[in-house]
């Protein structure tokens, strides 16, 4: 009998370990393509706030959430490995555990670097550490730095540069000169030596600054060739990509998106600034960001790869034979899963992409059952569900109030008006917006900055009268607010 049991043991280890069969995971959707059918399948779920993907070279896919955990899962069992909480870290709206990266090398540099805030005496900062697994555990942690955070702007991402520097990409943690001053680490990208110390080849070589003039920097990946990506949210306007040179200076806070307006063609002038590759108005959120090479799917190959928060959106950015420039974007899943915070590309080819709707900012109809989830999207020879399709973005608004609220401020204040508690105010018999017409339009042309929790009401100032008058219109008729329409000929009046 014992004997039996063994060998019966013996033949399924064996069995399990020759086996090469694709793990079945639950299948929520299919793609299709111009040519490639694609599945997309439920990896892991139940998760909170996973902010990173990586993929190692040990084979696992590692991810964090936002709370302080840190997990790998193994691809072929689709396991799922817990190895360290860190208690520090203090999460709260943006701040937590954020960035992660893994040794390109993994095998021989077992080293994970993480960023996480915390906050010791009211004061608050962001820590960049070193992580080593060690027998299944992540051990011996090594601070390499720690910069000025704040509740919001703290970025951040972190990867491996081609020459195994750690590449690190940082918010402006509220204070908008920090992106231009040589003094401080903020609103970088930095470039760091594996032991904390400063590259001798970095632009200059007693700082840790490979470029400059970022406001809040959420996506980083690397091009086959080595070059540097950054995805970055734009204020009220202008969401950029950025292809960062080294020494570059991309422009913040006195430069938003394109070089268009005349003060920001003088400051780019006189400061040698870099014009983003790519710029969104509306803005999208743009997040986490990954090159596609030359692997399986077809039609992605030489692009990149972006998810979207307020955007709800993943993006397929195809860039040109140079690799220079982004010449096509296709929308994928919009408003489909909710808000999506990272995307990783494995060597094979297959792409995970990170669901964010447990986070600060909760979207009408999210979360769904199950989220946060880490989603799947692989090639598949057949579908078996109606194939969701790729979109173009949608094309200029109009002057329709309603949809200039949805583009401009239901990321904030909500589609239905009621906002967040606490961080933005409901417009639902809001004396603000049924009260006096005036404040409410210098409201919108200057915008207001709330002290208390540090967040802002940015700026509408850019846009056209008609459209300003259509929008506060919009939100003085609606939702039980019962107050007179604004005309653009008083907006004019007020500028
Ligand atoms: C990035 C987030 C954000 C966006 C986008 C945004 N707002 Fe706000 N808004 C805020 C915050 C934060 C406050 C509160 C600021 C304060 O109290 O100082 C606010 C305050 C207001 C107020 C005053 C409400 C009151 O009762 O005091 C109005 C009115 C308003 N916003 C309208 C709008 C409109 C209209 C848009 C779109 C054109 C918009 N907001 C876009 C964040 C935002
Ligand atoms: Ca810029
Ligand atoms: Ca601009």
């Known amino acids: 009998m014992k004997i039996q049991i063994t060998i019966f043991l013996i033949i399924s280890v064996l069995l399990s370990c020759s086996s090469n069969k694709e793990l079945e995971l639950p299948l929520v959707d299919n793609i299709a393509l111009e040519r490639s059918l694609l599945k997309v399948e439920v990896l892991a779920k139940d998760l909170d706030v996973p902010w990173d993907l990586e993929y190692a070279d040990d084979g696992y896919l590692w991810f964090n959430e936002q709370l302080g955990t840190i997990s790998r899962i193994n691809l072929q069992t689709g396991e799922i490995q817990k190895l360290l909480r860190i208690d520090e870290v203090w999460k709260k709206r943006t701040a937590g555990l954020l960035g992660l990266a893994v040794h390109p090398d993994f095998g021989n540099n077992p080293f994970v670097i993480v960023n996480y805030t915390v906050m010791v005496d009211s004061i608050i900062s962001n820590k960049l550490v070193k992580y080593t697994l060690q027998n299944e555990a992540l051990v011996s942690p090594q601070v390499l730095l720690e910069i000025p955070g704040n509740t919001a702007h703290n970025g951040s991402r972190i990867k491996f540069s081609h020459d195994r520097k750690i590449l690190w990409a940082t918010g402006d943690a509220y204070g908008f000169d920090n992106a231009q001053s040589d003094e401080s680490l903020n609103g970088k990208v930095l470039r760091i030596n594996l032991d904390g110390s400063i590259p001798k080849d970095n632009p200059d070589p007693r700082s840790y600054v490979w470029a400059k003039g970022f406001r809040n920097i959420q996506g980083l990946t690397l091009d086959d060739k080595g070059n540097i990506f950054t995805s970055e949210h734009g204020d009220a306007i202008e969401d950029e990509i950025n292809l960062i040179q080294k020494g570059g200076n991309y422009g913040w806070p006195h430069i938003e998106g394109f070089h268009d307006l005349e003060a920001e063609k003088q400051f780019a002038k006189i400061n040698k600034a870099l014009e983003p590759v790519y710029s969104w108005t509306p803005v999208v959120a743009p997040a986490g960001l990954n090159f596609y090479g030359d692997l399986a799917i077809d039609e992605w190959k030489n692009s990149l790869l972006l998810t979207t928060l307020k955007g709800k959106s993943l993006r397929v950015l195809k860039l040109s034979e140079g690799g220079k420039s982004i010449i096509d974007e296709t929308v994928f899943f919009d408003n489909h899963y909710g808000r999506l915070r990272d995307v990783a590309v494995v060597p094979s080819g297959e792409i995970y992409v990170a669901t964010s709707n447990n986070d600060w900012n909760p979207q009408p109809g999210f979360p769904l059952q199950g989220d946060d989830k880490i989603l799947k999207i692989s090639l598949t020879k057949a579908t078996t569900k109606e194939p969701l399709k790729g979109e173009k973005p949608k094309a200029e608004l109009g002057m329709d109030g309603k949809q200039l609220y949805g583009s401009y401020c239901a990321s904030c204040h909500k589609e239905d008006g009621t906002g967040v508690h606490d961080i933005f ?50 939100i003085r008729q609606e939702w039980g607010n019962s107050a007179p329409p604004i005309s653009a000929n008083t907006i004019t009046e007020n500028r």
């Open 425 to 474: 105010p409901s417009l639902i018999r809001s004396q603000a917006v049924v009260g006096n017409k005036e404040p409410l339009i210098q409201i919108l042309l200057k915008g207001l900055e709330n002290k208390e929790n540090g967040q802002m009401m940015p700026s509408f100032s850019f846009m056209k009268d008609e459209e300003l008058a259509a929008i506060l219109t919009f």
